[in-house]
């Protein structure tokens, strides 16, 4: 069987991923978020599913019957059910709403205008060389053609960023 079919309850959400993939990679797959603080290599416990319907290929369930989603591959149809505690709690972000998966919902919202900004910008200047008549220090000479560059006034470096000038100028 090449293809797996796995829904997760309580969302009722349906996905059909490769063989091989884990319950984890089908639930981000599916827009269901299950908590995976170790990010899927199997330590935390979080991931926890409960393998309602189907066969299913892993190190198996705990006492309790939980999965580690992370570490368990469905074969053919799988029906699995989400535990309570291994979905983010939303009530947290201020408004009074149920516990509902926002993996998928957070990464559209995320993911549509967004701009970034840096906070600083790489800027090419050109710094004359140094000659007989113009023996000023680099450090001056640096300064000189920022100011002109970006009409500037009061620029100072560092002493540190001044020690180490020569060697980027050369
Ligand atoms: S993600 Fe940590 S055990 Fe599955």
Redesign the pocket.
């Known amino acids: 069987m090449d293809k797996a079919k796995v829904t997760f309850l309580p969302y009722g959400k349906t996905i059909e991923v490769p063989a091989g993939y884990n319950l984890?990679r089908a639930a981000v797959g599916a827009g269901v978020h299950i908590?995976?603080?170790?990010?899927?290599?199997?330590?935390?416990?979080?991931?926890r599913v409960r393998v309602l319907e189907g066969e299913t290929e892993g190190p198996g369930p705990d006492e309790q019957g939980w999965h580690?989603?992370?570490?368990t591959k469905p074969i053919g149809e799988v029906v699995v059910q989400v535990a309570g505690d291994a979905v983010p709690d939303t009530t947290i972000m201020g408004e009074k709403r149920a516990r509902v998966p926002v993996g998928r919902a957070v990464f559209e919202e995320l993911n549509s205008d967004w701009h970034l900004e840096a906070p600083t910008r790489k800027r090419h200047f050109h710094v004359d060389p140094p000659t007989i008549s113009n023996n000023r220090s680099d450090t001056s000479r640096l300064l000189r053609a920022v100011k002109n560059d970006l009409k500037l006034d009061n620029l100072r470096l560092s002493l540190e960023l001044s020690r180490k000038l020569p060697k980027v100028l050369r």
């Open positions: 984890l908590n995976a603080s170790c990010g899927g290599a199997g330590t935390c416990g979080r991931c580690r989603a992370c570490q």
